[in-house]
């Protein structure tokens, strides 16, 4: 069975940095494309970003520039460095695993506040 876990989030002032881990298990990693969501209070969940299994990337439009997604097929783990965040970028943060069927991490908290 697929497993998700999201790690690296937390706290962080307006301009920082933050980069999450999303580590998968009971599967080979490697034929999933991989997906950062987020969701913020009273809002729909919302796509942030892809990373196919050929390494090719799609960003939403509010965080190009800002995020990069990455992965690492050996450690069976996706990234997501988040760069000059922003208040608007608090959210839950949820890791996503997409073949035939989709599988969803138990997400990680992200709050940019002063």
């Known amino acids: 069975q697929v497993q998700l876990v999201e790690s690296g989030g937390g706290l962080v002032q307006p301009g920082g940095s933050l980069r999450l881990s999303c580590a998968l298990s009971?599967?080979?990693?490697?034929?999933?494309?991989m997906g950062w969501y987020r969701q913020a209070p009273g809002k729909q969940r919302e796509l942030v970003a892809t990373i196919t299994s050929g390494g090719s990337t799609n960003y939403a439009d509010s965080v190009k520039g800002r995020f990069t997604i990455s992965r690492d097929n050996a450690k069976k783990t996706v990234y997501l460095q988040m760069n000059s965040l922003k208040p608007d970028d608090t959210a839950v943060y949820y890791c996503?695993?997409?073949?035939?069927?989709?599988?969803w991490g138990q997400g990680t908290q992200v709050t940019v506040s002063s």
């Open positions: 009971g599967s080979i990693f490697s034929i999933y494309t």
């Open positions: 996503n695993a997409r073949l035939t069927d989709v599988y």
